[in-house]
T-cell receptor, first 113, second 113 residues
Framework: GDSVTQMEGPVTLSEEAFLTINCTYT??????LFWYVQYPGEGLQLLLK?????DKGSNKGFEATYRKETTSFHLEKGSVQVSDSAVYFC????????????FGKGTTLSVSS | KAGVTQTPRYLIKTRGQQVTLSCSPI?????VSWYQQTPGQGLQFLFE???????NKGNFPGRFSGRQFSNSRSEMNVSTLELGDSALYLC????????????FGSGTRLTVV
């Protein structure tokens, strides 16, 4: 079945460092891909999305490109801030009505000043 | 625009009891999904409703049930609670097509003692 694999965390960075969180997926057909972020004690917030191959999603300095040839959707940010500390989830949906989001296990990011 | 509202935020129940959680989606969103989040299993899909009909169901026992009302509000019910049901329960709403992404509520933290 469809699945998402994220790099294991935690990822610990200093402020202004470059961030990459790897995400690869297995899916039949043409899924939509998402990155969600979860701050302590909160629900999930949609960070960015891409719905077809070669699409680039971007938001708040974060970017990810839908790479069908490598089945990847890696999250990047050029300069992280302390406020970016959170858990990041990569997810896919098979693009059919009623289908569920399939999540990776999440990557904890900790940024220190 | 109001977000997805889940009530209550926190709940403590005794093993064997039942519980009902509520979710009010974003206005205009007719699809409501429920997810269980635990440290061990991560985010797992429970079920999805659209226009009062359950379109999809995850791999959970029959003790977990849900429903959706004509105003798109949804409830989920867990009967005969077990210690392992302790989790954060997240509700997400979306337009009919999953391409648009899902907006999550802040969740209900259920503790079973």
């Amino acid at each position: 079945g469809d699945s998402v694999t994220q790099m294991e965390g935690p990822v610990t960075l200093s402020e202004e460092a470059f961030l990459t969180i790897n995400c690869t997926y297995t899916a039949t057909g043409y899924p939509s891909l998402f990155w969600y972020v979860q701050y302590p004690g909160e629900g999930l917030q949609l960070l960015l999305k891409a719905t077809k191959a070669d699409d680039k999603g971007s938001n708040k300095g974060f970017e990810a490109t839908y790479r069908k040839e490598t089945t990847s959707f890696h999250l990047e940010k050029g300069s992280v801030q302390v406020s970016d500390s959170a858990v990041y989830f990569c997810a896919l949906t098979p693009n059919q009505a009623g289908t569920a989001l399939i999540f990776g296990k999440g990557t904890t990011l900790s940024v220190s000043s | 625009k109001a977000g997805v509202t889940q009530t209550p935020r926190y709940l403590i129940k005794t093993r064997g009891q039942q519980v009902t959680l509520s979710c009010s989606p974003i206005s205009g969103h007719r699809s409501v999904s429920w997810y269980q989040q635990t440290p061990g299993q991560g985010l797992q899909f429970l079920f999805e409703y659209f226009s009062e009909t359950q379109r999809n169901k995850g791999n959970f026992p029959g003790r977990f049930s849900g429903r959706q009302f004509s105003n798109s509000r949804s409830e989920m019910n867990v009967s005969t609670l077990e210690l392992g049901d302790s989790a954060l329960y997240l509700c997400a709403s979306s337009l009919e097509s999953p391409n648009y992404g899902y907006t999550f509520g802040s969740g209900t933290r259920l503790t079973v003692v």
